[in-house]
Every structure is written in C-alpha cells, then in structure tokens.
C-alpha cells in the first residue's frame, strides 16, 4: 500500500509540475461557456420569438425544446463537447512517459509497472473529475445566466440539475482514463491527438448520426463511447431532435460501457507497450 501511495504521488507530482493540465482546463473552461452560453441564447430568443423559428423554413425550430427541457441540454454541453479535454490529458500523460523518456527512472524507482500504471489510472480519474466540476460550473453559470436573462427557468432549485452534474462530473472522469488507456496503447504523442480529435469530434458524430436512420445500427450506435457517456450523463445535444432518445442506454448502462472502454484500452496498452523494455 505504501508503494501505491508513493507511485500515486509521484504521478500527481508529474502532472502538478507541469502547465498541460491548467492550460486544457482553460481552455475548456471558454469552449463550454461559450457554448452553453451562446446556444441558451439563441435557444431563448427562439422560445420567446417562435414565430422568428419557424420563418426560417418549413420546420424550423420544431426540433428545439422549450421551458423545462432547455436547460438539461444547455447544461450537458459541458460533458457533450467537453469530454475531449480529459481525454487528451489522459492520454498526454500517458504518451509523455514515452516521449520524454520518463518511465526509466519511474521503473527504477517503482519496479513493479502494473502498480505505476494503476496509480496514473487513478491520477488521472482525480484530475478528470476535476475538470467535470469545472466544466459544468461554467456551463451552468454561462447557461443559467442566459437562460434567466430570457425568463426562462434554470432549474438551479432542481435536484435532478444537480444529479445531472453529478454524473456529467463521474463521466469526465472516465473518459480521463480512456485517455490514460489509449496513450499507453498507442504511444506516439502525434497519433493519440489525432486519433482522439479525429474520432470524438468527426467519427464518431457521423456514425452516431448515420446509424440513426436505421434501426439495427441504432442498437449498435448505442454502445459507441461518446453515446454511452450521453446515457450516463442523461442529457447530450445530440438528442435534440428525439431520434435517438429511446434507444438511450441506461445511465448505470452507459457507465459500465464507458469503464469497460478503459478498462480494454488500458490492460491492451499495458500487454502491448508498457511491459516493454525502454532505455
């Protein structure tokens, strides 16, 4: 246990000594502000002016919740367009072992390699949780502030808003140790971003949208990781138009498939790569 904690140590002392973290969190922070902020703007001027919605073209706006459903969409833009953050700095910790030569040292200080990748694993979960809390405190504070500049409810005397962010904030987390998974599987530094920034932001967005036109790839889009973080959280963009609500996993469902994920992707890079000599 002692050996835990001092490799668990180690690898906060790693992150904390560097700007990766602060500086992803910063970012972050504006990207979801100001998309939360700017759609429940554009959202509450099309719940107060529904006549300038549908002048716009034969079922314009039709697809945009009004009242008490607004906000849960507004407020899910923090784990919905926010999750690549966490992932990238999972996966940056992990890939930055390898490029900077860092796991020589780390494994003659800690020989034992499963128990050095647990304890990033948990390092990781830690910061990615986190990053949820500072993500959906902006979208909720960006989000409320425009919602209620609109006259429309918040839902910040809600307790489900605040089960919501609960989830939203495990969800981050995880998806913080699909990063640390996928960087110690592939461990050039390059091809993770690529990969994460290829697959959260274009791939996956088009097979979620292209499998909803046919029932059977519904089933299988469902298990896709941005969907089971959607159904973990119980609010995603994506669901804006009702296509896909129903066939939503459940939010323990899409938790355990968002783990699973991790888990795979982890114990795949520890066999492939991390029980590799490195000089």
């Given at each position: 246990?002692s050996?835990?904690?001092?490799?668990?140590?180690?690898?906060?002392l790693?992150?904390?000594?560097?700007?990766?973290?602060?500086?992803?969190?910063?970012?972050?922070?504006?990207y979801?502000?100001?998309?939360?902020g700017?759609?429940?703007?554009?959202?509450?001027?099309?719940?107060?002016?529904p006549?300038?919605?549908?002048?716009?073209?034969?079922?314009?706006?039709?697809?945009?919740?009004?009242?008490?459903?607004?906000e849960?969409?507004?407020?899910g833009?923090?784990?919905?367009?926010?999750?690549?953050?966490?992932?990238?700095?999972?996966?940056?910790?992990?890939t930055?072992?390898?490029?900077?030569a860092?796991?020589?040292?780390?494994?003659?200080a800690?020989?034992r390699?499963?128990?050095?990748?647990?304890?990033?694993?948990?390092?990781?979960v830690?910061?990615?949780?986190?990053?949820?809390?500072i993500?959906?405190?902006?979208?909720?504070a960006?989000?409320?502030?425009?919602?209620?500049?609109?006259?429309?409810?918040?839902?910040?005397?809600?307790?489900?808003?605040?089960?919501?962010?609960?989830?939203?904030?495990?969800?981050?987390?995880?998806w913080?140790?699909i990063?640390v998974?996928?960087?110690?599987?592939?461990?050039?530094?390059v091809?993770?971003?690529?990969?994460v920034?290829?697959?959260?932001?274009?791939?996956?967005?088009?097979?979620?949208?292209?499998?909803g036109?046919?029932?059977?790839?519904?089933?299988?889009?469902?298990?896709?990781?941005?969907a089971?973080?959607?159904?973990l959280v119980?609010?995603?963009?994506?669901t804006i138009?009702?296509?896909?609500?129903?066939d939503?996993l459940?939010?323990w469902?899409?938790g355990?498939?968002?783990?699973?994920?991790?888990?795979?992707?982890?114990?795949?890079?520890?066999?492939?790569?991390?029980?590799?000599?490195?000089s």
């Open positions: 246990m050996t835990l904690l001092r490799a668990i140590g180690s690898e906060f790693k992150l904390l000594t560097t700007r990766m973290w602060w500086v992803l969190a910063l970012v972050m922070t504006g979801v502000a100001i998309a939360a700017g759609l429940g703007a554009a959202f509450g001027y099309l719940s107060e002016h006549d300038a919605a549908r002048s716009n073209g034969p079922g314009a706006g039709g697809g945009v919740p009004t009242g008490s459903g607004l849960v969409l507004i407020y833009f923090a784990t919905t367009v926010g999750y690549v953050f966490p992932v990238l700095l999972g996966a940056l910790a992990a930055g072992e390898f490029r900077h860092t796991l020589t040292p780390t494994f003659l800690t020989p390699r499963g128990l050095v990748l647990l304890a990033k694993v948990k390092v990781l830690v910061f990615g949780a986190v990053f949820g809390v993500a959906w405190a902006a979208t909720i960006a989000g409320a502030a425009t919602l209620g500049a609109a006259g429309l409810p918040t839902g910040l005397d809600s307790s489900d808003t605040w089960a919501l962010a609960g989830r939203g904030i495990l969800a981050m987390a995880l913080a140790s990063g998974g996928l960087g110690t599987l592939v461990t050039s530094q091809a993770t971003i690529v990969i920034l290829a697959f959260t932001q274009f791939v996956e967005p088009l097979l979620r949208l292209a499998a036109f046919i029932p059977a790839t519904a089933d299988i889009a469902r298990f896709l990781p941005g089971a973080s959607d159904a119980g609010a995603s963009f994506f138009n009702g296509s896909t609500q129903a939503a459940d939010w469902a899409g355990l498939v968002l783990l699973g994920y991790a888990v795979v992707l982890t114990v795949l890079g520890y066999l492939v790569s991390w029980r590799r000599d490195v």
